[in-house]
């Protein structure tokens, strides 16, 4: 079953995330004492642990969660079969899928020794139902609401 594997934050938007015990969700905000919370509807931004063990592999690096700037890592989640406006329930949070990728031309495309992953495989989302998440959350993945 896919999870949660690491809340990662950073309080400043050109470093690196670090992993944090849990961290706590705010609806039309992102994750508390995140840098890039609150600054658009991309609230919060996810990497699963397989997209970043391939970068590992393809580059000869050795990244973890967290080094490609993302909020949430996971494991066990087909990003690739992600739409935008499906919904993913992690824990006790409802999160919506606003975009997938990141155009490579975007102001402050994070890297990691020259990488960049969220190009390629983020995926953003806003938080619908804030809560708290920790290491261990299940993952869900929700169909797109249909008024």
Do not use: W
């Not at 594997?5 to 706590?24: F, L, Q, R």
């Not at 992953?117 to 953003?124: D, Q, T, Y």
Request: proline content about 6%; charged content about 20%; glycine content about 12%.
């Amino acid at each position: 079953m896919p999870h949660l594997i690491a809340v990662n934050s950073s309080t400043e938007c050109t470093k690196p995330k670090t992993s944090v015990d849990a961290g706590e969700l705010i609806a039309g905000y992102g994750l508390v004492g995140d840098a890039h919370a609150g600054l658009s509807e991309r609230e919060i931004s996810l990497v699963t642990i397989e997209n970043i063990e391939a970068a590992n592999q393809r580059y000869g690096i050795q990244a973890g969660p967290g080094a490609f700037a993302e909020n949430l890592t996971t494991e066990g989640l087909d990003a690739s079969t992600l739409k935008v406006g499906d919904r993913l329930r992690v824990g006790p949070t409802l999160l919506e899928v606003v975009q997938l990728g990141k155009p490579r031309t975007a102001a402050h495309t994070y890297n990691y020794q020259g990488v960049s992953i969220l190009p390629n495989v983020g995926v953003f989302c806003r938080v619908i139902e804030g809560g708290r998440v920790v290491p261990g959350d299940s993952i869900e993945v929700l169909p797109a609401f249909k008024p």
